[in-house]
């Protein structure tokens, strides 16, 4: 089961499977050679977390794209991300800084995509990682909860941003994590907040601009096109 969530998440994730398109349960146990029980549950598990839904009469789908959830969410958190950086800038030691910089050069180091054009999921632990070092120092165990949460919450929202037909080109998006990186080392942290929110506004400018694109398009693109 754990082959086929891992790889119908990517698919999800990397665009390959667009907002709103069907899942047809039948084809993806034959696709993967798997029980009708195993793709189920797989789903099922994806649902959970908010990336397939589920109706009664409709089947399974890959979640749609939310304008107004998506500027909320993204509103909500600015405020809480930056409120958890600019804590951790304040009360940082010498620990965080390490954590921070080591954070920062595995996403560095690492691809978001290989070769053949498929999305690396050790990328996506790697921004998760950096997003995370930032604001570890805040000493708020509610605060770093309820950024996680708002984390994950966007994380669809992030890669789609960057993955789905017709999106715009965002070439920098590492120099966006140096600058951060730098202004949070530097102890800058009014630059620090204005770049992470510039960051976090971005991706959702980017979805915006695509998402009357997406229902045209075809439920499932090819990702070396990416």
Do not use: C
Request: proline content about 4%.
């Amino acid at each position: 089961m754990e082959d086929v969530y891992e790889a119908l998440r990517a698919d999800i994730l990397f665009g390959r499977r667009l907002p709103s398109s069907r899942l047809q349960l039948n084809e993806v146990a034959e696709q993967h050679d798997v029980s009708l029980s195993v793709v189920r549950e797989a789903v099922t598990r994806l649902a959970s977390e908010d990336l397939v839904d589920a109706t009664p009469q409709r089947g399974f789908h890959v979640r749609s794209i939310s304008i107004d959830h998506l500027q909320d969410l993204t509103w909500v958190r600015v405020q809480l991300e930056g409120m958890a950086l600019r804590e951790s800038i304040a009360k940082g030691d010498v620990t965080w800084e390490a954590n921070l910089v080591a954070a920062h050069h595995r996403l560095a180091v690492t691809p978001m995509y290989f070769e053949d054009g498929t999305g690396n999921f050790e990328w996506l632990q790697a921004h998760g990682g950096f997003h995370a070092a930032l604001a570890a120092a805040a000493g708020s165990p509610i605060l770093e909860r309820l950024r996680r949460q708002l984390y994950d919450a966007a994380e669809l929202y992030r890669m789609w941003s960057g993955n789905l037909p017709h999106h715009p080109n965002r070439a920098h998006v590492g120099d966006e994590h140096k600058a951060i990186f730098d202004a949070a080392l530097a102890r800058d942290a009014e630059l620090a907040g204005d770049l992470l929110t510039q960051h976090l506004e971005t991706t959702a400018r980017h979805l915006e601009a695509i998402a009357p694109d997406v229902d045209a398009a075809p439920s499932v693109v090819n990702a070396a096109a990416h």
